[in-house]
């Protein structure tokens, strides 16, 4: 069972880094030539640019970066997503101290912000984002299998030093993408309509950079969801022998290839999200080892 919520939440987030991908890379395209200098196949649109992005990047990048079976051959894809989250962070925080056309008046915004407005839909909405932004649980073995010092404590250290990266930048994130647009209820409406800072329309080059460098390295971190979900496929059907070359080969495609169906039907990022943090990822992620915890 555990295996097999594993498996549906990892592909679910391969799902949303193909949404991600698709809507994204037309947006960048469209903002730097215009729409009406590139073909309709390139655009923004739903049923043309958007799958076709998303075949591209499923043929070319996410089926052979998701054939190798061990995490490290990943290694340097993750760095640079890690470098391009701190950059994207550091371009929201100085647009909010030096961009005076969007902040111009930095003590007014944060007067005026709205700290703890709270509301049963708005709870609703975002436990599940929440939940689905701290499920790093089913990457936990195959990081630990590939640990120099393969001990608890080590492990332990590894946790918690990411997690504390990584609440850091997602405050860091939250606090001064939301500031930023205090007093600009166009682009607040985009960001609650997409649910995704992103897509925003920041009249800023350093941004259009930050979004072009994630997509870059999104499109090669991606993979990663395959190969834990490779490792639970085969502790259910391939224990005692393991996954040979040909199974590896068509279990890697199968899986990228279901992700890319539901990834051409789902219209955005924010959908997956509270999809998955309501469902499987608590499941898997919560409930699970507690109940593991106390049988043993």
Do not use: H
């Not at 390139?42 to 998701?66: D, M, N, R």
């Not at 992103?198 to 395959?226: C, G, N, R």
């Not at 190969?227 to 639970?232: F, I, Q, R, V, Y």
């Not at 199968?254 to 509270?274: E, G, R």
């Amino acid at each position: 069972m555990t295996a097999w919520c594993n498996i549906i939440t990892l592909l679910s987030f391969g799902v949303s880094y193909i949404v991600f991908i698709k809507t994204l890379i037309p947006k960048i395209i469209v903002d730097i030539f215009g729409e009406n200098q590139i073909p309709e196949i390139l655009s923004e649109g739903k049923w043309s640019g958007q799958i076709f992005w998303a075949t591209v990047y499923t043929i070319t990048v996410f089926i052979p970066l998701s054939l190798p079976r061990k995490v490290g051959t990943l290694g340097y894809a993750s760095l640079l997503g890690f470098i391009s989250t701190i950059y994207l962070v550091i371009v929201l925080i100085m647009l909010f101290f030096v961009d005076r056309s969007l902040v111009p008046n930095i003590g007014k915004n944060i007067v005026e912000a709205a700290y703890f407005k709270t509301s049963y839909n708005g709870m609703v909405s975002a436990i599940p984002f929440v939940v689905f932004a701290f499920m790093y649980q089913p990457n936990i073995p195959i990081v630990y299998r590939e640990l120099k010092v393969q001990t608890y404590a080590s492990m332990s250290k590894v946790v918690l030093f990411a997690s504390l990266i990584v609440v850091s930048v997602y405050i860091a994130a939250a606090t001064f993408g939301y500031l930023g647009l205090v007093n600009q209820p166009e682009l607040q409406e985009k960001l609650l309509d997409k649910s995704n800072i992103l897509e925003v329309d920041y009249e800023s080059p350093a941004f259009t950079i930050a979004v072009i460098v994630l997509i870059i390295t999104v499109s090669s971190a991606a993979p990663q969801v395959i190969l834990p979900a490779k490792d639970d496929f085969e502790d259910i059907f391939f224990k005692k022998d393991g996954m040979n070359l040909k199974w590896n080969i068509l279990t890697t495609i199968t899986m990228c290839v279901v992700c890319y169906l539901l990834a051409v039907v789902v219209p955005s990022i924010s959908d997956i999200i509270s999809i998955l943090g309501s469902t499987t990822n608590p499941v898997s992620g919560f409930l699970l080892p507690i109940v593991f915890y106390l049988k043993l």
